[in-house]
Each structure stands twice: as structure tokens, then as C-alpha cells.
């Protein structure tokens, strides 16, 4: 059975989609969330977010974008697979809606994190304590959001130096047990 001149169609956007949501993400999550991260130090993360907020602010766009094009992907995906296997088509659907949703989501507490760091008068002033809690929100939303348990129990060692594993965490194991 040769796939309809639709199916073709669906099949290419698709792949445009992943072409440019690939390259989005990875930009938004391992340069930009890199680049605001201080291992060492969550006042020093707080510190970071508020001197690079406009690149935090682009990290969070790319991230939003990425949810709009999964939208088309995850339409395309179930058009393309439907005829030929409805069943992967529905597991397809399903999962590709479920992981964008949990992405979403994440988006959202970044917008919220970009607009305490966007008014300056936020954070004068404010203890180191109030600076590690609002790294440790934004961290906790992605790493929950946005990665699978699993990973975490695997990688829970490694997850934590990257994460700030400094005395900030490990004391108080918030981050760790999230």
C-alpha cells in the first residue's frame, strides 16, 4: 500500500520539525542552562541568572518554541502512522503530548523565574537563602519535568554535581530527594 500524497506530506513536516526543534533545545537546555548554572555556589546561580537574564530569557523563547513545533510533530507523527500501524500512532500521540505538556510546564516556571530576575528590586537585598531557593526551583522543574525518574536514580550521583552539588544541596538533600 503506497502512502497518499498526505501521509508523504505529514511524513516531511515531520522531519522538518524534529530538524528544528532538535537543534532548539539543545541550545536552550545544555548551552543556555549551562551557562546560568554555578555548580559550586546556588547564590552564585541566583547571581548568574540575574547577569545573563537576557540570554535566560532566550533559552526560555527556544523552550516555548519547541513546544509550539512538538504540537506539529505530534499531529504529523499521528497522521503519518495511522493508517499503517494505529496502534504506534495512539503510543506516538500519547507520549509525544504527555512529554510536551511536562515541557510546557517547565516553560512556565522558567517565565516565572525570568520575571522575579527581571525587576532588579526582587533581588536586593535578599539573603543568600531566598537566592538558592529560587535556583533550586527552577532546577527541580526541569529535572522533574522534563527527564524521566529513572534517569535520576541512575545518574543520581553525577545529577547532583551538576546540579549544584555544593553544601547548598547535599546538606540540606532537598535537591537530591525531588
Known amino acids: 500500500m503506497m502512502p497518499s500524497e ?8 515531520a522531519g522538518a520539525a524534529y530538524l528544528i526543534a532538535l537543534p532548539l533545545s539543545f541550545f536552550s537546555e545544555f548551552y543556555v542552562f549551562g551557562s546560568v548554572i554555578d555548580p559550586n555556589s546556588t547564590t552564585g546561580t541566583a547571581h548568574l541568572l540575574e547577569a545573563r537574564r537576557q540570554l535566560f530569557q532566550l533559552g526560555t523563547a527556544s523552550n516555548f518554541l519547541v513546544c509550539i513545533i512538538d504540537g506539529l510533530l505530534i499531529a504529523s ?21 504527555l512529554e510536551t505538556a511536562l515541557l510546557l510546564v517547565a516553560v512556565l516556571f522558567d517565565m516565572q523565574v525570568t520575571k522575579i530576575v527581571s525587576v532588579p528590586s526582587y ?38 554535581h551538576r546540579y549544584g552539588g555544593g553544601p547548598a544541596t547535599s546538606q540540606s538533600g532537598w535537591l537530591d530527594s525531588v
Open 77 to 97: 507523527l499521528y497522521w503519518t502512522l495511522r493508517r499503517t500501524d494505529p496502534f504506534a500512532a495512539l503510543v506516538a500521540l500519547l507520549w509525544r503530548s
Open 6 to 13: 498526505n501521509e508523504r506530506l505529514a511524513a516531511r513536516l
Open 123 to 160: 533581588l536586593v537585598g535578599e539573603p543568600s537563602s531566598e537566592l538558592a531557593m529560587l535556583e533550586r526551583l527552577a532546577i527541580s522543574a526541569h529535572r522533574q519535568l522534563t527527564t524521566p525518574h529513572w534517569f535520576w536514580r541512575v545518574r543520581g550521583p553525577l545529577s547532583s
